[in-house]
């Protein structure tokens, strides 16, 4: 480890959980997980890249500490994150003769997060569960606040379980292995959290712009720690989505239609939100939510760092349809997440019909958008 | 209605809930709901036997309240309590565009429970979920503490998650249209709870002996009302399992491995329980745990209540087999529920081969097996 690490508190009574973050901090995983679970074996589920490269020195450390460990791969991207490779972890697990006393360790990205957090939610009624994430994404986002889940082949996330990690467990170094592009759409998630809760934060990301894609811990790790703690703040405060965490879907909407048109093929996740965020701003302004220039900045920001911010050219009535399954829609109207501006969001309750206005043959429907043209 | 119902609350903090009972009662189904839910829409998941004789009368009482409600069939049995089935209500469910502001409502069995509970604790991340119990052993049982899952092939219940109902609602007038042999099969864990917890419980059992089977309200009201405050004490005392809770396992680790080596066929879960029961106390009179005569009078109120008390003809090694699956399992140790007397139980660990002696052919065992010889 050498350096010193720093440690965000996610507070949820008694499933509170640190997420703690460091440089070359992977061999010490088998101690810490050892301290925040009791288990005297560990299940690290992982994905062929990332495996390859760490899954040999988590479980070196895990087993110097103690545990017996195993590893589980199963295969990368959001395509195969269903229900069949959760049954194939559950035979896996099974063979292994893991019981209760087992630890479910995810390595990986958000993928291998989401599907080894579900597996470890239901496999016995549910075993301890520890993230450690390897890709900005994970990091920042889908490996705090328990959500976890499979696709179905009618939408995203639509089978999950809240099912809160007992630790997240950050090696910022992990990170030089992974392709700028995969970087870049992770830092679409910390853009986000800028966005809609940290005006502050935003500032900072448009004053590092391109250098956000290096890995220079000194640079990411204070960015990182501070994306972590408005995640951990948000959750803490809405722990099942009732309300306030809702915002953290800013951008989702429309991002998770795209994937699904897309069939989650060509197109990363955080590419999706990053249009899906340029979409919403400028929704809000359209609405009157937020001051003009506001959508301007974020797709800046966005293009600065090699994101792309326009929808891809579906119909109207296939962005319609994608919408209607969205799992966030109640009754008919999805809770949309505009902006107030830079560092403020808010839910507003809209039909998909408002969300896409019919006379925009596309999603994109800026406030001046009749005199930019449309493609 | 008419008759006054009975009410228990499950005490779990902000996830408490009561089981009421009382004759008659189906019809107020939908009130219920609503005055404990806030959904809008009802997915109503029962098996045919169940569905053909109730399901009208409860769609009618949801709507009659207001609510949307849906009927959605599963195969009934044990065999079928499978993921495909539950990955068949995820699509049911999509179809009828159900979402968050959705209640599932289990009519049925433990296993519609657990299967409907399964898929409402994880369909869009969980739905609120309501039980109504037509069979003893699901109201005095399976129905309440949260426990939902399914099967796989290797074993019972290996993957399933925690998640309380709502609401448990009881009409014991849906009794009446259960065979005999599946009213005697639930009775076993009534028997269970008076063995475990309740000695005057058990005495009360033993006065009633086979007026047990009659549907009998006035008679059966305050017995079940009793079984169903155990489980609930024990349930708010425990609710994950560390502990206490596992008393109420007290002959399931011998009835698992009676139906996993059964296939689940031919036997119900309240038989292989009640012969679980009756060896767990030889085991426990031949550990020096609990007194002389306290297996025979188990054994002689199952028998009276027509429930069969001994192990069926399998080889040694096979019932090994199939206890190391049992997912009690903790390390090389099973947590044997062993009795101290009539109304106490306590958990021992035991290895399979303690559990089940060497010299033993088959699980039968009795501190007089010598004398007694053996099939």
């Known amino acids: 480890m050498g350096r010193r690490t720093r440690s965000v508190q996610v507070d949820l009574g008694e499933r509170s959980y640190p997420i ?35 899954a040999a020195r988590a479980l070196r450390s895990l087993r110097a500490a103690g545990l ?45 997060g989401d599907l080894a957090g579900f597996a470890a939610a239901t496999y016995l009624r549910g075993l301890a569960f520890v993230q450690v994430p390897t890709t900005v994404l994970a990091m920042v986002d889908s490996s705090i606040g328990g959500k976890t889940g499979v696709n ?60 956000l894609l290096e890995v220079e811990p000194e640079l990411l790790l204070p960015v990182l720690e501070r994306a972590c703690a408005i995640k951990a703040e948000v959750v803490a405060q809405d722990e099942r989505e009732a309300g306030l965490r809702m915002l953290l879907n800013f951008g989702h909407t429309l991002a998770h239609a795209i994937e699904a048109l897309k069939r989650y093929r060509g197109i990363l996740h955080g590419e999706a939100v990053a249009i899906g965020m ?5 929704r809000s302004e359209a ?9 301007g900045r974020l797709e800046a920001l966005l293009a600065r760092l090699g994101l792309p911010t326009q929808p891809p050219d579906f119909p109207r009535r296939a962005y319609l349809s994608a919408l209607r399954v969205d799992k966030k829609r109640r009754d008919a109207h999805i809770r949309f997440v505009g902006l107030r501006g830079i560092g403020r969001a ?30």
């Open 20 to 54: 703690v973050l460091g440089e070359g901090t992977l061999d010490a995983l088998g101690e810490a997980v050892l301290r925040h679970t009791k288990a005297s074996a560990a299940a690290v589920v992982t994905v062929p890249p990332v495996g390859r490269r760490y």
């Open 68 to 112: 017996r460990a195993h590893r589980f791969e199963v295969p990368d991207g959001d395509a195969t994150k269903n229900l069949r490779q959760v049954a194939r972890l559950y035979d896996a697990f099974l063979e292994k003769g893991l019981d209760r006393s087992a630890v479910v360790v995810a390595l990986g990205g958000g993928m291998a």
């Open 152 to 211: 179905l082949s009618q939408g995203k996330n639509l089978v999950g379980a809240f099912h809160q990690p007992r630790l997240v467990w950050i090696d910022v170094a992990t990170l030089r292995s992974l392709p700028v592009r995969q970087r870049a759409a992770g830092m679409a998630e910390v853009v986000k959290a800028g966005a809609i809760w940290d005006a502050a934060l935003f500032e900072r990301l448009e004053a590092l712009g391109e250098r």
């Open 278 to 282: 340029v979409f919403a701003a400028e």
């Open 287 to 295: 609405l009157g939510m937020s001051p003009a220039g506001t959508a």
């Open 346 to 375: 808010e839910t507003v309750p809209l039909t998909p019909a408002e969300i896409l206005p019919p006379r925009s043959g596309r999603p994109r429907s800026r406030a001046t958008s009749t005199r930019k043209g449309r493609a």
